[in-house]
C-alpha cells in the first residue's frame, strides 16, 4: 500500500497542509499513523475522506456539517434522511444568501447608474450617497 506525507495529500486534494492538520485537531478528519521518522502516513482512505470534504465545502456545507456528514457516511443506517434534512437547511441558507445578493446587486447597479450622469463632474454621487448614509 503506497502512502501519502501531507503535503502530497495537499497536492492531491488541494487542501493546504495546514488545513489538513487543522481538520485532525478539531476531528473532522482522522489522525493518520506515523512511519518510523514520525511522518504522517494517509492511505487511500484518508484521501477520499480528504476529498469529501473539498467537495462538501463547495456545496457551503460547515465543518461541523461536514463532520456530522462523514459520521452518517462511516454508521449508514437512516442516514438517507438526515442528509436530506442537512441539504434542504442548505438550499433555504442558499435561497436566503440569494436574496440578499440579488438586492445588493439592485443598490449598486442603482448608485452606478448615478455616476452615468453627466450633471456629476467634480463629485462622486456613490461616495455622497454613501456619506449619507454614515451620518444616519
Given at each position: ?53 473539498v467537495h462538501a465545502k463547495e ?64 463629485s462622486c454621487p456613490i461616495l ?9
Amino acid at each position: 500500500m503506497n502512502y501519502l506525507k501531507i503535503g502530497e495529500l495537499a497536492k492531491e486534494t488541494g487542501l493546504k497542509s495546514t488545513a489538513i492538520r487543522y481538520y485532525e485537531r478539531i476531528g473532522v478528519f482522522q489522525k493518520p499513523s506515523l512511519n518510523d521518522s514520525g511522518y504522517r502516513q494517509y492511505d487511500e482512505k484518508a484521501v477520499r475522506t480528504a476529498k469529501f470534504i473539498v467537495h462538501a465545502k463547495e456545496l457551503g456545507f460547515s465543518l461541523k456539517e461536514i463532520a456530522d456528514l462523514l459520521s452518517l457516511r462511516l454508521n449508514g443506517k437512516n442516514s438517507c434522511k438526515k442528509v436530506m434534512a442537512l441539504t434542504a437547511v442548505k438550499i433555504a441558507d442558499t435561497d436566503k444568501k440569494i436574496t440578499a445578493l440579488k438586492k445588493l446587486k439592485k443598490k449598486l447597479t442603482t448608485l452606478e447608474k448615478l455616476c452615468g450622469s453627466k450633471k456629476y463632474d467634480d463629485s462622486c454621487p456613490i461616495l455622497e450617497v454613501l456619506d449619507e448614509w454614515s451620518a444616519q
